[in-house]
């Protein structure tokens, strides 16, 4: 059971030498996967306290771990690591988008740890990850259910798991939706995302589309989350972006691409100069 203790700390008008940078990577790797960013962040911004979090025993755990443990151990990790810092700024990909948005609406803020400034996702799980039914009657009814990390944000219409992390999040378990004040307080929320990522299903999840009933995609806009997630007051705020990425695979974010997302976008969205990224095209 997750227990919030109000005591917020806001961190929209932080300034960047109280504001950690901190690097969540995805399913089934490392540290390493975010070193090529973070070696960006420390050659051109040597002043900026750069963490790439290491969750529990790493790759292993980014699997085979409960995910309210796992998000709990992030949430610590960022505690301990961030300690002289007020706020961050949070840089994730894939299933490091889950992780980081958990903390955001569960965690930030509250009791010791550091709020948020920025949010950036990169081609991550944010409307869920599209499993199909039988894989998931197959874990759901064996003893190993809750026992990986992606059962947390795993999602099926056409079936109901309102106990998953992801509903409690997105408010789809009946009750009111964690962090709410926290997500409007952001000075930025951007998804990056690529029609063209083999890995999540479907590939637009990153800026919180999802399937309905018939498997056809929802855009985001479509969505009552827009509205109750507070999307859309970022939106007309000019503080909610999406970026889509012509021709990027799924770890292009992060890796054979991660020069250009880091010179034409990343640098001046963390930056509070460029509010646009530039042209993308395979």
Not at 6 to 16: G, K, L, P, R, W
Not at 73 to 102: K, M, P, W, Y
Request: hydrophobic fraction near 35%; charged fraction near 15%.
């Amino acid at each position: 059971m997750i227990i919030l203790i109000f005591s917020i700390q806001y961190c929209t008008n932080a300034v960047d030498s109280e504001t950690a940078i901190v690097l969540i990577h995805g399913f089934g790797v490392g540290t390493w996967r975010m070193r090529p960013l973070q070696k960006l962040l420390n050659r051109d911004w040597p002043d900026r306290t750069v963490i790439n979090l290491d969750i529990l025993t790493g790759a292993l755990s980014s699997i085979f771990e409960n995910p309210e443990r796992y998000v709990r151990a992030a949430a610590d990790e960022i505690r301990t690591r961030a300690s002289n810092f007020q706020c961050i700024d949070l840089v994730v990909h894939s299933q490091g988008g889950f992780v980081g948005r958990s903390y955001l609406q569960l965690y930030s803020g509250n009791s010791n740890y550091p709020g948020v400034r920025n949010f950036i996702a990169m081609s991550s799980v944010q409307g869920g990850y599209y499993r199909n039914i039988k894989l998931a009657d197959k874990i759901i009814n064996s003893n190993n259910y809750q026992l990986i990390v992606p059962t947390g944000y795993w999602r099926n219409p056409n079936l109901s798991n309102t106990n998953s992390l992801l509903s409690i999040i997105n408010g789809n378990n009946g009750g009111p939706i964690p962090g709410h004040d926290q997500i409007l307080n952001l000075k930025q929320f951007v998804c990056f995302y690529s029609y063209q990522d083999e890995v999540l299903k479907p590939p637009t999840t990153s800026r919180f589309d999802f399937y309905d009933s018939n498997l056809n995609v929802v855009e985001l806009e479509d969505q009552n989350l827009y509205v109750d997630l507070g999307l859309k007051q970022l939106f007309d705020q000019g503080r909610f972006q999406t970026f889509e990425f012509t021709g990027f695979k799924h770890g292009y974010f992060v890796k054979q691409r991660i020069n250009d997302v880091w010179s034409k976008c990343l640098k001046g969205l963390l930056s509070g100069g460029s509010q646009t990224c530039g042209s993308f095209k395979q």
